[in-house]
Every structure is written in structure tokens, then in C-alpha cells.
């Protein structure tokens, strides 16, 4: 229920405000994003380079309400490019669709993703596009399907293994040759489009995570749950899979204990590293994620932190 709630409250202008201004807010916010420009993503980049990982940098933003918002974004997606490719870090790029103008101004959208595919195929950088909630999930499959039939290989998506249509997905992607980050889902979803209980969704998430192993050539499992990580660990032993041939992806400030230890066992791991001034609905994601999070955050709201 408190899950809901906050996940919510992802889009109040009023909330996002508050939060922003909030003294006891702040703090917990750093731990999640890099920082509110470029040069902060790009610095926790490099630290994190220098231990051996990865990195998808993810400029927050999504649901613009003015197309020319899209604009903004995409060159912002440039600068990250640019400077991805002349320090030559090990970094993707992850979008999130409605940031494009995906509900606005579809076609606009779609030829920003085409510009961005085309300049990091260039600097040979990997395009995620996010997976936002279901009445977008359709629309983003399908510009991951355009990126390839226009050559765009080096396009892909997240997938969230709460929502009951996912194992057609996988296929469909798969089949394409489009490389998935498997999630679990962040989204508050109604009950006739994904699963909601917490067991529902691990077994989803192992049964994606099973078809990616026999079937994908680069999968991506995005998840901190340590009991699904050493399931996939184990299935792709048990298939014979190259450790460089998959990777873990997890989130900047989560998990950092479980990050390292996977790559000193020698796993890829790849961090999800947002930077920005418009983190509160990824934050509120955050907050939703992990109970102790919506304690804080109720505390914070019913204290005399209110501006
Ligand atoms: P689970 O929620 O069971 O967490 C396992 C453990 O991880 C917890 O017990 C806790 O220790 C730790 N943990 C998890 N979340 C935490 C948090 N916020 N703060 C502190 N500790 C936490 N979703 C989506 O809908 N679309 C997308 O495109 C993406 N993209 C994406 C990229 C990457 C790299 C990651 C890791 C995740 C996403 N997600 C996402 C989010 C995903 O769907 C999911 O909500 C979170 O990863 C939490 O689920 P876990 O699989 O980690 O398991």
C-alpha cells in the first residue's frame, strides 16, 4: 500500500519541489544520483571504471510535457556520447522514451532514437532504451524493432519480468537479436497486466532469465536480489556459458558490497549511473524499492521539513 502510494506520488510537481528543497531529503538523493550535471555522471563513471565495472549513464528525466524538452535530452545524450567516446570509458547509454517525446511527438521521438543509435554506434556504445510503465511497453519494443531494421543493432531495451506479457517479449527480442536488460519492474501495475506478488515475479524473472541463457547472445540481469543472481550464476555454468558472455547490472549506491565482490569473481557488472536535476520520479523508484526507504520518507514528510 505505502509502495503505491509512493510510487504515486513519482509524478507531483508539489512533492518533487519539496523534495528538492528538503535538508534530510538531499542526502538520501546523493546515494542514488551522481550528481545534477554531466561532469558528476561522468566523474562516477570513472571511479567506477577504475574498479573494473562498466557503466550505462542515464540522463533522469521522463514524460516531458513540451517537445522541445525532447530536444534538450537528446543533446544532452550527444555530450555524454562525445565525452564517453574521447575518454573511452566502458559506458552505455540508458534513454527513457517518454524523455524523447515518445506521447508527444512520436515521430520526433523516433528520429532522435535513430540520431543517438547512429552517433553511439560510431563510438561504439550500446543504447538502452528504459522500460517505463505499461502503456508505453508496446511503443518501446517497437522502436527498439525500427532501431534494427534500420541497422541500429547496437539498440536494445529493459524488460520487466512483472508484467504477464513478458515472455513474448523475450521471444520477440530475442529472435530479433536486440540485447535485453531483464528487470523485475518498478512501475505500480494493475492486476490485469502484471504480476503482483513478490514470488510471482522472481519466478517470472527466473523463467525470463532461463530462455535469455539458452537463447541470447549478450543477455543483461538487471538485479540486486542476491538468490537470483546465484541462479543465474548456476544456470550459466550448468550451460557452459562464458562469464564474459552475460553481465549483472545494478543500480549507482545499491548494493555496492555485492557490485564488487561479483567482479572480483571475475562476472561483468555494468552500474546504472543517473545524473541530473529531474531525479525525483527515479527516486520515489528508489524509495519504493526497500520498506526502510517509505519510513524515511514519511518521517521526512510529517516533520517540520516542509518548505
Ligand atoms: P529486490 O527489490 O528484491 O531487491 C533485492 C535487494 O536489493 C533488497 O533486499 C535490497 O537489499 C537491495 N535493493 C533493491 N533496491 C534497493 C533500493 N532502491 N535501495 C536500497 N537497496 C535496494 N525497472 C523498470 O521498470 N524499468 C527499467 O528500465 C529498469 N532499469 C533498471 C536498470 C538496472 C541496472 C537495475 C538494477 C534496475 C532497473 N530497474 C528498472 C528497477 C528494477 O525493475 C527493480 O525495481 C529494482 O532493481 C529492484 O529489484 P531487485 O531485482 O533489485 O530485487
Redesign the pocket.
Known sequence: MLRWMLLRAAGDERLARWAAASPTVRPVVDR?IAGDTLGAGLKAARGLADAGMAV?LDHVGEYITDASQADEAAQVYREVLSQVAAEDLPAGI?V?PTQLGLLLERDRCEKLVADLAQRAADAAVHV??????HPVTEATVALVEQAHAAGATNVG??I???LHRTPDDVRRLTRLGASI?L?????AEPVHVAWQR?VEV?RA?LEAARHLLREADYP?F?????R?VAAIKREAAHLGRPRDSYEF???F???ADMQRALVADGYRL???VPFGTEWFPYFT??????P??LAFFLRALTSGDQR
Do not use: F
Open positions: 542514488y550505462t540508458s527513457k538502452t532504451l528504459d522500460m517505463e510503465d531495451c529493459a520487466q519480468a512483472a536488460r528487470c523485475k519492474g518498478a512501475y513478490r522472481d524473472y543483461r538487471a538485479t540486486h536480489d542476491h537470483l547490472q545494478m543500480l549506491g545499491v548494493r555494468c552500474v546504472y523508484r528508489r524509495l519504493a524499492e526497500r526502510a526507504n
